[in-house]
């Protein structure tokens, strides 16, 4: 019998290794997986790669995990906003390495490593900064019926983290409004994926036309309970 339920966020997040890979959903503070987030603060592995959307807000999930030590690398389209003092503290001083990546990329990529693509070219970036590899050598290019593009690579995934609203034991997952954003991208993307939902149902509860993500994509299903989304955090005038 196929379960995939989790006894706790713990026990859902025992197997991540230090120097994983993590991929995060979320834009902003809308379907952030912040109960996961803080139990991979708990679980304690470091030396971590976050894909993202963003840096983090305030001083809670992301930015929390950032502020404990635990990121040694961000790949992100937004890293720098009004409150992400955290983020730009450990880039400042060199504790963290930053690889920018424009939001349509972002996703794209990350869709890409989820279908088995093996790279594609998109024209965004062509020109630019962003056309360069991390280590600064020129991404390759190419013209196609006179436009230039920029082949760029999928982003794989060790660990996902997602939020979603229901889930069932099979991992079939839907999602609430906005906060659905890059939960499905980034649960294709990794070999292993973590859902919190807010709702675990039964089988066949979920009508098949509503489910999002498969629970092919999904390893591991967690019941958190319902709670208002934190603040941004925005700091206080000087």
Same mark, same amino acid.
């Given at each position: 019998?196929?379960?995939?339920?989790? @006894? &706790?966020?713990?026990?859902?997040?025992?197997?991540?290794?230090? *120097?994983?890979?993590?991929?995060?959903?979320?834009? *902003?503070?809308?379907? !952030?997986?912040?109960?996961?987030?803080? #139990?991979?603060?708990?679980?304690?592995?470091?030396?971590? =790669?976050?894909?993202?959307?963003?840096?983090?807000?305030?001083?809670? *999930?992301? %930015?929390?995990?950032?502020?404990?030590?635990?990121?040694?690398?961000?790949?992100?389209?937004?890293?720098?906003?009004?409150? &992400?003092?955290?983020?730009?503290? @450990?880039?400042?001083? #060199?504790?963290?390495?930053?690889?920018?990546?424009?939001?349509?990329?972002?996703?794209?990529?990350?869709?890409? %490593? *989820? @279908? #088995?693509?093996?790279?594609?070219?998109?024209? =965004?970036?062509?020109?630019?900064?962003?056309?360069?590899?991390?280590? +600064?050598?020129?991404?390759? !290019?190419?013209?196609?019926?006179?436009?230039?593009? /920029?082949?760029?690579? $999928?982003?794989?995934?060790? /660990?996902?983290?997602?939020?979603?609203?229901? +889930?069932?034991?099979?991992?079939?997952?839907?999602?609430?409004?906005?906060?659905?954003?890059?939960?499905? /991208?980034?649960?294709?993307?990794?070999?292993?994926?973590?859902? &919190?939902?807010?709702?675990?149902?039964?089988?066949?509860?979920?009508? $098949?036309?509503?489910?999002? !993500?498969?629970?092919?994509? /999904? &390893?591991?299903?967690?019941?958190?309970?319902? !709670?208002? =989304?934190?603040?941004? +955090?925005?700091?206080?005038?000087?």
């Amino acid at each position: 019998m196929i379960d995939k339920i989790a @006894a &706790s966020v713990a026990e859902a997040l025992a197997d991540v290794q230090d *120097g994983a890979t993590v991929l995060i959903g979320g834009f *902003g503070t809308a379907g !952030t997986p912040g109960e996961l987030i803080e #139990g991979l603060i708990a679980q304690g592995a470091r030396d971590l =790669t976050l894909v993202c959307n963003n840096a983090g807000n305030g001083e809670h *999930g992301i %930015a929390a995990l950032i502020k404990a030590g635990r990121v040694r690398k961000i790949i992100c389209s937004f890293p720098r906003q009004a409150d &992400s003092h955290v983020f730009d503290a @450990a880039y400042r001083s #060199g504790k963290i390495e930053l690889e920018l990546v424009p939001q349509g990329n972002l996703a794209e990529r990350m869709r890409a %490593a *989820g @279908a #088995g693509i093996g790279a594609f070219f998109t024209p =965004t970036g062509f020109g630019t900064e962003l056309a360069l590899n991390p280590d +600064g050598s020129a991404k390759e !290019t190419r013209r196609i019926d006179g436009r230039d593009y /920029v082949l760029e690579h $999928p982003i794989h995934g060790d /660990v996902a983290l997602v939020k979603a609203e229901r +889930g069932d034991r099979w991992g079939n997952l839907t999602y609430r409004m906005a906060a659905r954003n890059f939960g499905p /991208v980034v649960a294709m993307a990794a070999r292993f994926t973590v859902a &919190s939902v807010h709702e675990v149902v039964e089988l066949g509860q979920l009508d $098949p036309e509503a489910v999002v !993500t498969p629970g092919i994509f /999904v &390893s591991r299903v967690v019941r958190v309970p319902r !709670t208002a =989304t934190a603040a941004g +955090g925005f700091k206080n005038p000087a």
